[in-house]
């Protein structure tokens, strides 16, 4: 075997002549693929893989063989043999094609050549230094005899059969974890079913338990609403004749009464007048909480409701030295709401301020803001055709203001909080609870703020939909006068 010039990508070139050259090129292929990084079984078969070549050609004209590492996407090592055309019939690549990655034979020119690639492992670096160290190991091979290559191969063999039983022994592990891993993984999916099924179990039951609770709230409910309907309905009459008589008794026309009587009278007038705003509250209440309280929409001019609702505060007696404070007539627009369930609500959160302060003042302020700028999670409960803003009625007072661990017990019906004003103005405790409830029912929120000593804030904001102006009727052409 004769060494001949490299090219450019070529590590070596050999000559085979003889059946010794094809044992040396068995040794020479399982070198290179070890210096190159490859495993035990690729050095095999690359080594088998070129013996073949070797031997199905050996007797052409001109044969060689080259191991090269070509450059390209993909990194192989190439061995190139070449021969002299139409000297041997076609090459049998089968049982080399078994064995390498790619092998193909390309013919045409005056020499043919069979390319037989396999790919390098990820490890190696194609670097000078590691192509000087393959090429050394191309050339440290002695001339083989048969006997050697035969001894060679034995030792090959057997070093597989190690390598394959080792491979099997830690294949037959792995089994056996695996099927432990396995029996582990049924026992937990036992486990986890039985606990899963009584997690079920319990969650049916206190579904069951919930849900007969929930009926039984629900029946409550439907109780307490039919008990305050009927009691307000049984109420309303002997209430109106109580005030209906006292005013009687009271107007100019009648029998005259001593100033004692008439003080009388007017306590029972205004006790009667009491109890039957409070029967009215309660069959309201139960008409919303029933879902039988009708919404009336209609245009309402926001001047005539402060004013009508101011002069009323005024007129049933400001404690001294509080004044109402309401918001300028030009500031307040024609909107599009209920007017009777707006009135009630304002009217029971200014009562409720001026009720509960002693000095200072009682104010009535509004707004109207975008929709989109009111940062508000219940936003979702407005009324999609409102124009897109809110209106925002804001009453605050300079009272005695409630203590916050009470703030979350205000909204409660009958609750009341205890103090000395509470003590000095007794009620029902119905008033910010009923107004809550209005609020609600016309797709708005109520907000309440409190500190003691200070004073009270309770923001009320509404859809607002923009309505016309009434027109005031032009006065009638004066009569002509007769000719």
Request: glycine share 8%.
């Amino acid at each position: 075997m004769t060494v001949s010039a490299a090219r450019s990508a070529s590590l070596s070139a050999f000559g085979l002549a003889t059946a010794q050259d094809v044992f040396v090129l068995r040794r020479i292929g399982q070198s290179a693929a070890e210096a190159l990084g490859m495993d035990r079984q690729d050095q095999v078969r690359i080594a088998t893989a070129l013996s073949e070549l070797g031997r199905d050609r050996l007797g052409c004209d001109g044969l060689t063989v080259a191991f090269t590492l070509p450059t390209g996407p993909e990194p192989v090592l190439a061995v190139v043999f070449e021969w002299d055309s139409g000297t041997k019939a076609g090459p049998d690549l089968e049982p080399a094609s078994r064995l390498l990655n790619r092998v193909r034979h390309e013919s045409g020119g005056a020499r043919e050549r069979i390319v037989a690639e396999h790919p390098l492992p990820a490890g190696w670096t194609d670097t000078p230094a590691a192509r000087l160290e393959v090429r050394e190991a191309l050339r440290r091979h002695a001339p083989m005899t048969l006997a050697d290559d035969l001894r060679a191969q034995t030792r090959d063999l057997i070093a597989t059969l190690e390598e394959t039983r080792a491979q099997r022994e830690e294949l037959r592990r792995l089994n056996d974890e695996l099927e432990e891993t396995n029996r582990g993984v049924l026992a937990l999916y036992t486990e986890l079913s039985q606990e899963l099924e009584e997690t079920n179990s319990g969650v049916v039951a206190l579904h069951a338990e919930l849900e007969e609770k929930s009926n039984r709230l629900r029946e409550t409910s439907e109780a307490k609403t039919r008990f305050w309907t009927n009691i307000s309905h049984e109420l309303r009459t002997p209430v109106n004749a109580v005030v209906a008589l006292s005013r009687l008794l009271l107007a100019a026309g009648s029998a005259p009464l001593t100033e004692e009587q008439r003080r009388q009278v007017s306590l029972i007038d205004a006790s009667g007048q009491t109890l039957f705003a409070l029967v009215n509250d309660l069959l309201d209440m139960a008409k919303a909480e029933a879902g039988q309280l009708e919404i009336t929409v209609a245009p309402v001019d926001l001047r005539a409701l402060v004013g009508q609702l101011g002069a009323v505060m005024r007129s049933t007696g400001m404690p001294d030295g509080v004044v109402l404070v309401t918001p300028g007539p030009s500031t307040l627009p024609v909107t599009v709401t209920d007017e009777a369930l707006l009135t009630r609500i304002l009217r029971n959160l200014l009562s409720n301020a001026l009720k509960f302060t002693e000095k200072g003042e009682v104010r009535l302020e509004f707004a109207v803001a975008p929709l989109a700028s009111a940062v508000d999670p219940e936003a979702s409960a407005v009324d999609p055709e409102a124009s897109g803003q809110w209106m925002t009625f804001t009453v605050t007072d300079t009272g005695v203001g409630i203590p916050e661990s009470e703030l979350t017990r205000v909204f409660e019906e009958f609750y009341q909080v205890r103090g000395p004003l509470q003590r000095a103005h007794r009620g029902t405790g119905l008033g910010l609870p009923y107004a809550r409830a209005l609020t609600d029912l016309l797709g708005g929120t109520l907000r309440l703020s409190s500190t003691p000593g200070v004073g009270t804030r309770v923001e009320v904001r509404l859809p607002h939909r923009p309505g016309p102006r009434p027109v005031t009727p032009p006065a009638p052409p004066a009569p002509e006068a007769d000719a």
